[in-house]
């Protein structure tokens, strides 16, 4: 397998890719991809043959990334990958998905990394938590949490009816962005306005989608 042409040509393939994997598979894809982020070289070739493994699973055999699955790499030779450009452009690509117009206001938005939701004692991994990736790592939006860095209940309910594992930037954009219903920013009336009408809120949303 070449590890470089696999990544091109799922780069140049996401959209295509993102289409076909279920939710689980997704999500899955998006960690992966991740961990590619400041990872050295090692790391990086390890992290792409999980992908590589997750892909050929659900790819159709004549798909280009499958392609660049089954080609041979010499034996003798071990090959040169640039695993900065390739983790940029995948980033790049998984980011794309997101409101454009939005995407450095949500980005720029007050957030925890993972370093420091776990030790606050808190799993960066829960999926009813909204993990946006970008360049240095994930962000995880700061409103989630309570001062004590507990994932507020009321949030990971809501974040289960926007499907935030399938759409995290959709989430984000939901909870930051002005609410027409509610008569404002969510993030900003937790605690001002009561949880069941927030919750109506975002159920009202997902059922629209």
Do not use: C
Request: proline share 7%; aromatic share 6%.
């Amino acid at each position: 397998m070449s590890q470089q042409k696999m990544l091109d040509a799922l780069t140049a393939e996401w959209d295509d890719v993102a289409d076909r994997l279920d939710p689980e598979t997704f999500t899955r894809l998006v960690s992966l991809i991740a961990e590619l982020q400041d990872a050295d070289a090692d790391t990086s070739a390890m992290v792409t043959e999980d992908i590589a493994s997750l892909l050929g699973d659900v790819l159709p055999v004549e798909h280009p990334v499958r392609r660049a699955l089954a080609e041979p790499v010499s034996r003798f030779r071990r090959p040169e990958v640039d695993w900065d450009r390739l983790s940029t452009g995948l980033r790049d690509r998984l980011t794309g998905s997101a409101p454009s117009p939005r995407l450095d206001q949500l980005l720029a938005v007050e957030s925890l990394d993972a370093q420091q939701l776990s030790a606050l004692g808190t799993d960066p991994a829960d999926p009813d938590l909204i993990r946006l990736p970008a360049e240095g790592g994930d962000r995880y939006p700061a409103f989630q949490f309570d001062a004590d860095g507990t994932p507020r209940a009321l949030v990971r309910t809501v974040n289960r009816h926007l499907r935030v594992t399938e759409d995290p930037w959709g989430a984000a954009d939901w909870w930051l962005g002005p609410n027409d219903w509610l008569g404002g920013i969510p993030a900003r009336l937790i605690g001002q306005v009561d949880d069941t009408a927030l919750i109506d809120a975002a159920r009202d949303e997902s059922a629209e989608v």
